[in-house]
């Protein structure tokens, strides 16, 4: 059973930055694409970021490009997303998402999410 952890979610004032953790369990020896949503308060859910499992290239949407930036760790099953130049639009809830998908491009859908962490940029 895979299972996610998010962390590192917090208050941030405009201009700062944070980095958010995400550790999963249970990947055994397989390969998983991992992305990071954002749920900002009345809006739709939106993939910001993601990682192909083949390569670890990186794909990231409009709204975070140049600011945020997706890696894994020295394990593959740790990701993080470390985010700069915060804004308040950035301010919402971030899942970490985990799906078994083996190639250099991100899947739409993934199958296991965590239980998301809060990040709020005000001043």
């Not at 700062?16 to 953790?21: A, E, I």
């Not at 369990?25 to 308060?41: D, E, N």
């Not at 899947?107 to 239980?115: L, N, T």
Request: hydrophobic share 30%.
């Amino acid at each position: 059973q895979v299972q996610l952890m998010e962390s590192g979610g917090g208050l941030a004032q405009p201009g700062g930055s944070l980095t958010l953790s995400c550790t999963a369990t249970g990947f055994g020896s397989s390969y998983y694409a991992m992305a990071w949503f954002r749920q900002a308060p009345g809006k739709e859910r939106e993939r910001i970021a993601c990682i192909a499992s083949a390569d670890d290239s990186t794909h990231y949407s409009d709204s975070v490009k140049g600011r945020f930036t997706m890696s894994r760790g020295n394990t593959k099953n740790t990701v993080y997303l470390q985010m700069s130049h915060l804004k308040p639009e950035d301010t919402g809830v971030y899942y970490c998402t985990a799906t078994m998908f083996y190639s250099v491009a991100c899947p739409r859908d993934y199958d296991y999410w965590g239980q998301g962490t809060q990040v709020t940029v005000s001043s």
